[in-house]
Antibody, heavy 115, light 108 residues
Framework: QVQLQQLGAGLLKPSETLSLTCVVS????????WSWVRQPPGKGLEWIGD???????DYSPPLESRVTISVDMSKSQFSLNLTAVTAADTAVYYC?????????WGRGTLVTVSS | EIVLTQSPGTLSLSPGERATLSCRAS??????LAWYQQKPGQAPRLLIN???NRATGIPDRFSGSGSGTDFILIITRLEPEDFAVYYC??????????FGQGTKVEIK
């Protein structure tokens, strides 16, 4: 069955760029949108953005100026870049398969921003 | 942006009891609403999509209803593994995706 494996660093300094990758195994990127969602410690869920298999993107308006989501079909993966991070970006970041609702999730990566 | 307001914030119940969770949208999302369960240290799990369709493998004690702005998730008989936080999410195509703030179902 389809699985999502998250890769990427978990500790950043303020002003650095967050980079995470989600590898999709057991299925094709062509069938759904692919998303990033984050959750600050002890708080709720926040949608970051989506991408389709041809690179079309949609971003959360508050984050749009700092977010880039990209897709690499040859590696069956999609990636998140978030620039100029601050402590407010400290969260667990999840990748997810998006068919409107999110029916498949990665295990999450805790990203901590601290000087 | 569509704001989703969940109530109550916390629900204290005993196993075997019925849980009723509410999600209200600031404007109509038709039936583009999903419910998730999240346990500590785990990713959310999809329970319900399109307001009332149970996701694959979800027990029939979970049911969703509603349309427009008012939605309900009912757990008919709470099992020990059902104590968790529940989130609603809207995915109306005209607006950015948003989540509610969550309802915690705790053991009384």
């Amino acid at each position: 069955q389809v699985q999502l494996q998250q890769l990427g660093a978990g500790l950043l300094k303020p002003s650095e760029t967050l980079s995470l990758t989600c590898v999709v195994s057991g299925g094709s990127l062509t069938t759904h949108l692919w998303s990033w969602v984050r959750q600050p410690p002890g708080k709720g869920l926040e949608w970051i953005g989506d991408i389709n298999h041809v690179g079309g993107t949609d971003y959360s308006p508050p984050l749009e100026s700092r977010v880039t989501i990209s897709v690499d079909m040859s590696k069956s993966q999609f990636s998140l870049n978030l620039t100029a991070v601050t402590a407010a970006d400290t969260a667990v970041y999840y990748c997810a398969r998006n068919g409107g609702s999110f029916d498949l999730w990665g295990r999450g990566t805790l990203v901590t921003v601290s000087s | 942006e569509i704001v989703l307001t969940q109530s109550p914030g916390t629900l204290s119940l005993s196993p075997g009891e019925r849980a009723t969770l509410s999600c209200r949208a600031s404007q109509s999302v038709s039936r583009s609403l999903a419910w998730y369960q999240q346990k500590p240290g785990q990713a959310p799990r999809l329970l319900i999509n399109d307001a009332s369709n149970r996701a694959t493998g979800i027990p029939d004690r979970f049911s969703g209803s509603g349309s427009g702005t008012d939605f309900i998730l009912i757990i008919t008989r709470l099992e020990p593994e059902d104590f968790a936080v529940y989130y609603c999410q809207q995915y109306d195509a005209s607006f950015p995706c948003t989540f509610g703030q969550g309802t915690k179902v705790e053991i009384k």
